[in-house]
């Protein structure tokens, strides 16, 4: 089991308070309408299911019930960093293994 | 060498000592007519179909590890063909069908055995559901039934369909021609009845880069173990799809899960079929060890770690001992994952690819084992023909850009 940082509650808790929401940073296009084929698609299933670091977004159900974004590395499922939904994806520096 | 009774009344009179090598281990060629990536089931069956039914002999399956060693070896062994729409049925029977004769096809035991596969129903909607599939698979000519909680009780002893159960049997959905194979002989099979028509299969040569010539098209691989030119490449490598498409520019509808699976410590005969339950998340077979071979839900995360979480496992031992009492005090010796790459309606991709010369054989998700022999059928006509095989046909990439999805999603029997 996952133990994941909260970054609005401050704290890190087992992962069965959390839910999984998938690749992170994925945008609805502003007009659907005038998306082709292929992009709606890209949209809609396209996922990039890195072998490395993956951002995704998870939800604290059973806490304060927000959405947030999370940097794991899928190899070893270390998470690296936890950051508030809607803020750009942080740049790892060397050492961001050691800490969030 | 040819297995036959005779063989083995001499091999045993010699003391076992003289079985030969059941597959070539070549040094890789310089170039082949067709590379598979991917010493599966399924990428070792394309190869042997490649050769045995297209008369392709100059072919190669390169493999990252050891072959069998990924999902096929680590897979809970189910078979069966109950799903509910045209284009699953279509080629999940072939795939049955292939079962039933593939000993004697490959002249190797896979020791497939149609033992029964039961699906359990625990609320009203499951009765619904598996009352549309029986419907729909005997009109499709494939055998499902409907049982009765006593006459699921009466097929399989063990089971407890008392009422007091917190997701109690209301009844279950029954293939009789489904049932298990031994994992290992189909890629042991496979690989020594491809090899014998002249495939060369080529362990420990991880693919690093997919090459493309000026015009997009594909002329080979660079492995591990060197370049090897191809201008035909079919990728089949699970839930490592998305990194090796990713070599050649190709982004794929695929997302990447541990699925675990463990067994408990052998016993007696005990579970005469294979029992499972969508609802609560449980999925049981007896091997001929005597190991019951259970299998869990996929974790919630995408990972390539192998593992999965224990709470996992365990919420799928809290249903297996509330539907068999009797296996409370058993001891489970082994857990493990694989990583099954799921696609979004829940049906594999099979087919072309929008780079020219390379196809691609993926999205099996948890499923992908009872698939073996139809899937590498199939995708061997579709490369050696270069368009799809008519039953690979609706499970072309393109399905996600036109919007027809084959979604088994409720199909499929296992957690999604």
């Known amino acids: 089991m996952l133990l994941i940082h909260c970054p609005y509650c401050r704290m890190a808790r087992p992962e069965s308070e959390f839910r999984y929401g998938g690749e992170a940073h994925v945008v609805r296009p502003a007009e659907p309408a005038n998306v082709s084929d292929a992009d709606w698609a890209a949209f809609l299933y396209m996922r990039a299911n890195p072998k490395g670091i993956h951002a995704e977004r998870w939800r604290h159900v059973h806490g304060c019930g927000r959405f947030f974004n999370a940097l794991r590395n899928t190899v070893t499922d270390q998470i690296l960093r936890t950051y508030p939904a809607g803020t750009p994806q942080p740049a790892l520096d060397a050492h961001a293994e050691d800490g969030r | ?416």
């Not at chain 2, 729909?136 to 063990?158: H, Q, V």
């Not at chain 2, 173990?225 to 050649?248: D, E, F, Q």
């Not at chain 2, 499972?276 to 839900?297: C, F, R």
């Not at chain 2, 857990?335 to 979004?344: R, S």
């Open chain 2, 1 to 416: 060498m040819r297995f036959s009774l005779f063989s083995l009344a001499r091999q045993a009179l010699g003391g076992h000592a003289r079985w030969p090598a059941q597959w070539r281990s070549p040094e890789p060629k310089a170039a082949y007519d067709a590379v598979i990536v991917g010493a599966g089931g399924h990428g070792l069956g394309t190869a042997y179909y490649l050769a045995k039914a297209h008369g392709l002999r100059n072919i190669a399956v390169v493999e990252k590890g050891w072959l069998g060693g990924g999902n096929t070896g680590r897979n809970t062994t189910i078979i069966r063909s109950n799903y509910l729409w045209e284009e699953s049925e279509a080629i999940y029977e072939l795939s049955v069908k292939l079962w039933e004769t593939l000993s004697d096809e490959l002249n190797y035991n896979v020791m497939y055995s149609p033992r029964g596969v039961m699906m359990l129903a625990h609320t009203v909607h499951d009765i619904q559901v598996f009352k549309r599939h029986v419907h729909a698979n005997r009109l499709a000519g494939i055998d499902n039934e409907w049982l009765t909680p006593e006459e699921a009780k009466a097929f399989c002893s063990p089971l407890n369909i008392s009422p007091k159960l917190r997701y109690p049997v209301l009844g279950a959905a029954l293939q009789r021609r489904g049932g298990t194979a031994r994992h290992d002989a189909v890629a042991w099979g496979y690989a020594r009845a491809a090899s014998a028509l002249g495939v060369d299969i080529i362990e420990n040569a991880e693919v690093t880069a997919i090459r493309r010539d000026a015009n997009g098209a594909v002329e080979g691989v660079e492995t591990t173990r060197g370049t090897i030119k191809s201008k035909k490449v079919g990728v089949v490598a699970a839930g490592h799809t998305s990194v090796l498409m990713n070599m050649a520019g190709v982004r794929m509808p695929l997302e990447s899960y541990p699925l675990q699976a463990l067994v408990s410590e052998p016993v007696k005969p005990v579970l005469s079929c294979v029992v499972m339950s969508n609802t609560v998340h449980a999925y049981i077979s007896q091997s001929d060890k005597g190991e019951l071979v259970i299998g869990a839900g996929t974790d919630a995360y995408t990972s390539y770690s192998q593992t999965g979480g224990l709470h996992v496992s365990a919420h799928t031992l809290d249903a297996i001992c509330d539907l068999f009492p009797t296996f409370r005090r058993m001891r489970m010796m082994r857990n493990w994952g694989g990583i099954v790459d799921v696609t979004p309606d829940r049906s594999p991709i099979i087919g072309l690819t929008p780079v020219p010369g390379l196809y691609v054989n993926c999205g099996w998700g948890t499923g992908g084992f009872k698939a073996t022999p139809g899937s590498a059928y199939v995708f061997a006509a579709t490369m050696a023909r270069g368009e799809p095989h008519p039953v690979a046909a609706p499970f072309a990439l393109e399905r996600f850009t036109t919007g027809r999805l084959i979604d088994e999603a409720a199909a499929a029997a296992v957690a999604h």
